[in-house]
């Protein structure tokens, strides 16, 4: 599997990282940990020495009961942001998170060549025909609610059915618009709970017959820390432990705040392969 970043096609058959960036003051690990240019600066080239293939900007939390933010304030906070990158290293691969459409033009046409969106299309209307118009990689995100709201919904007839069907659906509508570079997020943590996120863990395979690119972002979540009893803080190992078990399972791309780590998992079971 391969898409397309600025003419690039980048080889999704042996699975790539993605390192996250957040520029918000409330994301559950490292929330306001990136003030300055000089601190965002050095953190995204020790994320592309490490190996990231994709830095992954977001200026909107959307961890469970994040704050409201205004679409200018987004806009404020990420469109330099992007500049900010691109000026230092030209050739990185940004992928915006954002759910809002004008975010993600404004982002695009600033030089980010991937759409990240934890909605898929459907807290903006406007964004699969968007994302159509700038001929982008879309990731698209299993989600019910908003981050205000995610925690009530983990209600499922079915869970893995009722995720599958959302996506055929969501799939259908961005084909319709001829969005062709589609990656798929089951969203983890975002309207399930613990025993959901595990069961969707060992399922993964299932997804494989959506015929996707798989992300796989379970990078400190709570998923890990309440089961060890521990905290985000401490949930490196446990990261790299179920990023492995994704990658057995057909992952294509790993979300991650430790790049370094993620790459080291990555190689040890392209390792086994051989």
Known sequence: ?????????????????MGILNITPDSFYDGGAHKNA????????????????????????????????????????????????????PKALLSIDTFRSHVAKACIDAGACVINDISAGLLDEKMLETVAKLNVPYIMMHMRGNPKTMQQQTEYDNLLKDILFY????????????????????????????????????NLQVFKMLEKPLLIGVSRKSMIYKTLNTTAKEALNGTSILNTVALQKGASILRVHDVKAAMESVALMEALRC
């Open 1 to 17: 599997m391969t898409i397309n970043c600025k003419g690039e096609l980048i080889n999704l058959g042996v699975p790539k990282v």
């Open 38 to 89: 000089s601190e965002i600066l050095n953190h995204v080239e020790r994320m592309l020495n490490e190996g990231a293939t994709f830095i992954d900007v977001g200026a909107y939390s959307s961890r469970p009961n994040a704050d409201y933010v205004t679409e200018d304030e987004e806009l404020n906070r990420i469109v330099p942001i992007v500049n900010l990158i691109l000026k230092a290293f």
């Open 167 to 202: 996506f055929s659906e969501r799939m259908a509508a961005a084909k319709a618009l001829g969005i062709t570079d589609v990656i798929i997020d089951p969203g983890f943590g975002f309207a399930k709970n613990l025993k959901q996120n595990f069961k969707i863990l060992n």
